[in-house]
């Protein structure tokens, strides 16, 4: 028997999700129950990779980007 479907409640529910590095998660998601109704249920994120939307990429944060740093000629 399956491990989720002989539990009646479950306390929380961890799930792994890629996303874009300009994605901003949301503070609630909206889901469908098996009854077909619907809940909002919180999401917590226990950290964040830096990002840097200059580069696009998730190797530094904006506020020590050299790119944005660089003045104009």
Do not use: G
């Not at 590095?21 to 129950?33: A, H, K, Y």
């Not at 109704?37 to 696009?56: A, G």
């Amino acid at each position: 028997m399956d491990i989720i479907k002989a539990l009646q409640h479950l306390a929380y529910v961890k799930v792994c999700v890629e996303v874009t590095v300009d994605f901003e998660l949301p503070c609630f998601i909206n889901v469908e129950l098996r009854d077909d109704s619907f809940v909002f249920i919180r999401v917590e994120v226990p950290w964040l990779l830096m990002r840097c939307l200059q580069y696009r990429s998730f190797s530094h944060s904006d506020k020590y980007c050299s790119k944005k740093n660089e003045v104009e000629v």
